[in-house]
């Protein structure tokens, strides 16, 4: 897919919990080619500290209107630096980058996992498969605490089933977001045609009788994305994950960015970011 | 007729290779542009440097191996790539087919790679080979010094190079030494063409939080504008030794560090690290250029070449 360097036009950036931001930005160019899981590589300030550019995923599409949203964390120059972008100003941004989210045909239940920032491409998916004729949506949303769950609405408006977890119990559940995914998939034994329920009351959401039904989705840090794929591994659940590193390029170019696979050494930018989780070596 | 004179306002010839311009990308910079295709003309570049390759596919290094300093880009890749057969077989041909000048970076762990690849690539396309005895993320099959830190080594891997080839052979010299000026008159005496200067220099940073380095090789190389001082001192000096062109590398951003790097004795330039920072870096530098010179009344680039004033 065509790839292009761009002025975009800002036309949100505001805090929707501290340290969250919310950005919209009008891309002439190409917003219409965005696929969820894909990110754009963003310039965040002039000059060269920090130097180079930062990839941020997608958080929703709106391919009509030419508008792409992005939802990020100020944790360094960088994303401080975008954070003080305003509305009205142009930001140059290099897109679309990376492989995304593949929905095979014939998955109709869909269960999303999300560590923190993990929630931002995942509501694009999310948008996505909200589209189907046939689909349940389930979305694991783990955060520390209630301060840093954010998007659960925009999960709910579309018709997906929000699970809260926090590590310090604040809001919703109390512990990690992996555990709650063993506890999904063991309710709705997927090797079962008679579902069990539990007291979170999921009756209504039918995690497929069989594997090929259900797709798991992952985004959030490395030791999360390795506990789902071992969760969901005996019950060979075809599982996705996105994955962060530091890049370059962001287009293939430098080899900056790798992560090892049962290939090799694979580009997060390029063939990732979203790979399968059973392809990926955990060390 | 003053048309065609900036036209060719930029052509310049690095021992043999002649080019259109004397803008390249850097090796490792632009993978072997079928990743940044649509982000820019290659063929509008005076030349595009691959990444290195080497005689059979290479893994390179264990991740992180980016580490991003103030102004700076530490990397530790390994030279990750796919060999000798796969450029000539895959990479090469789409090159050429994009219209691409193609200068070939060459790596190996002892002089009888370098060998074996410079014989492969003489009967190919490529229009010039450039030699990476100065790559700081690879080991040496019996040295603890980069093949360009040491000038036997250096006239050694470079002699053998052009025994093989009748193409332009490019030395690409390290900056991780006492003398460049004894390396680069090395170079010149086996025989290098031009020298192209410099590559990244040894560095590291460290994550106190977790007393662990920040790249999964412990070291890498630093590249970015945090390094353009040392390169121009560099080619300033190394200009005073050799004959030979100097391509000059480092941190170059602009048109305004392109210039400079011309005054310091640079006949042509390569930009690496800005490519990331911004894609359209290198073309952006090139029209920079052809600007400068007309504003100045200048025929041709030759004219700005080590001519800083002391």
Known sequence: MQKLQTKAEILINKEIAPGYFKMALRIEGFAGNVRPGQFLHIRAGMGYDPLLRRPISVHRISGRQGIVELLYKVNGKGTQLMSRRSKGTFLDVVGPLGNGFKVPKGQSNFVLIAGGMGVAPLVALADQLATYRKKAITVIIGAKGAGSVVCVKEFQEIGAKAIIVTEDGSRGDRGLVTAMLEKVIRDFDIRKTSLRTRSYSLADVTIGDYAPEVGLYACGPMSMLASVAKIAKPYKIKTQGSFEERMGCGVGACFGCAIKTQRGYERVCKEGPVFDLADIVWD | ?310
Not at chain 2, 56 to 69: D, F, I, K, V
Request: aromatic share 4%; with cysteine.
């Open chain 2, 1 to 310: 007729m003053k048309k065609i004179n900036t036209e060719r306002a930029l052509e310049i010839n690095i021992g043999g290779l002649k080019l259109a311009n004397p803008v390249m990308t850097a090796s490792g910079t632009f993978g072997y542009t079928q990743e940044c295709g649509e982000l820019i003309d290659a063929a509008g570049l005076g030349a595009i440097v691959t990444k290195s390759i080497t005689l059979e596919p290479s893994q390179g290094n264990p991740p992180p191996r980016l580490w991003e300093t103030t102004a700076g880009l530490l990397n530790a890749i390994g030279i990750q790539n796919e060999g000798l057969d796969d450029f000539i077989n895959t990479k090469l041909p789409f090159l050429k087919s994009v219209g691409a000048r193609v200068v070939v970076s060459i790596a190996g762990r002892c002089q009888q790679d370098y060998k074996m690849l410079a014989r492969a690539l003489n009967n190919t396309t490529v229009d010039a080979i450039e030699v990476n005895i100065s790559c700081p993320n690879i080991k040496h099959k019996s040295a603890s010094l980069l093949f360009a830190q040491d000038p036997d080594s250096t006239s050694y891997i470079i002699r053998s190079v052009k025994k093989q080839t009748n193409k332009p052979v490019i030395a690409k010299l390290s900056p991780n030494v006492t003398d460049i000026g004894l390396i680069a008159r090395a170079a010149e005496k086996a025989g290098a063409d031009a020298l192209s200067m410099i590559n990244t220099l040894i560095g590291m940073d460290v994550d106190i939080a977790r007393a662990r380095p920040r790249l999964g090789n412990v070291t890498g190389g630093l590249s970015g504008p945090a390094i353009k001082p040392i390169a121009l001192a560099m080619i300033w000096q190394a200009y005073h030794c050799v004959k030979i062109p100097i391509i000059g590398i480092g941190g170059i951003m602009s048109t305004e560090d392109a210039v400079a790097f011309f005054l310091c004795g640079a006949s042509a330039v390569q930009i690496g690290t800005a490519n990331f920072v911004d894609p359209a870096a290198a073309g952006n530098i090139i029209r920079g250029l052809r600007l400068y010179l007309k504003n100045r009344n200048m025929k041709n680039i030759k004219e700005l070449i080590g001519q800083l004033k002391l």
